[in-house]
């Protein structure tokens, strides 16, 4: 559910594609998705969640790929041309 409270800040909706080595197998990549709320395009949240990474987990990073998303978007009006009853 969309935070609210978070969005008045300027946190959006961040999810985080990260690829990584296994540790065990060099040659072999894995997914891993992380999403969190976090504000662009600086992405502090995700800049400590990487150095995290890098610090604590074996698996040596190959890419992140980033999208962010409003939490709240304007919708989509349309008012009628024509307004009566129908029998």
Excluded at 68 to 75: H, N, S
Excluded at 78 to 86: M, N, S
Aim: net charge negative; proline share 5%.
């Amino acid at each position: 559910m969309a935070d609210l409270g978070k969005q008045m800040d300027d946190y959006r909706l961040t999810t985080a594609q990260i690829i990584y080595h296994l540790p065990d197998h060099e040659n072999l990549l894995q997914e891993f998705i992380w999403q969190e709320y976090d504000i662009a395009p600086l992405y502090p949240t995700l800049h400590e969640f990487i150095d995290f990474w890098v610090d604590k987990i074996e698996g040596k990073l190959h890419s992140v790929y980033v999208a962010k998303q409003e939490l709240i978007t304007p919708g989509d009006y349309r008012f009628a041309d024509w307004q009566g009853t129908l029998q």
